[in-house]
């Protein structure tokens, strides 16, 4: 199982940014979706995610600004970003489980690799 994102870059502050997240190599319904990142010395910390049925949860530094939603026939997720600032720059990690408890134990068996966001002002 591999994840596949996109997107990702650079922009300025309050700009927006798109990304998205492909589950490859796994034909069955992923139930968990979603985004963490990591700035440079800082923990990582939930952006946001999203369960097959369409249930959110949303990290406090980005409710308002972000918005994450999915294809499940696709198991594609999606995070669309607004009114960006600088320290929304992080890397970007997208996460993905198929099983269903991973909602409350927010611990995830498949994470991507990685997408640098960069924002400047």
């Known amino acids: 199982v591999q994840l596949q994102a996109s997107g990702g870059g650079s922009v300025q502050a309050g700009g927006s940014l798109d990304l998205s997240c492909a589950v490859a190599g796994y034909e069955f319904d992923i139930n968990v979706m979603g985004w963490y990142r990591q700035a440079p010395g800082k923990q990582r910390e939930l952006v946001a995610r999203?369960?097959?049925?369409?249930?959110?949860e949303y990290g406090d530094s980005v409710v308002g600004r972000v918005a994450i939603s999915r294809d499940n026939a696709k198991n594609t997720a999606y995070l669309q970003m607004h009114s960006l600032r600088d320290d929304d720059t992080a890397v970007y990690y997208c996460v993905a489980d198929r099983d269903g408890s991973s909602w409350y134990t927010y611990e995830y068996h498949y994470w991507g690799q990685g997408t640098l966001v960069t924002v400047s002002s």
């Open positions: 999203i369960t097959w049925g369409g249930s959110t």
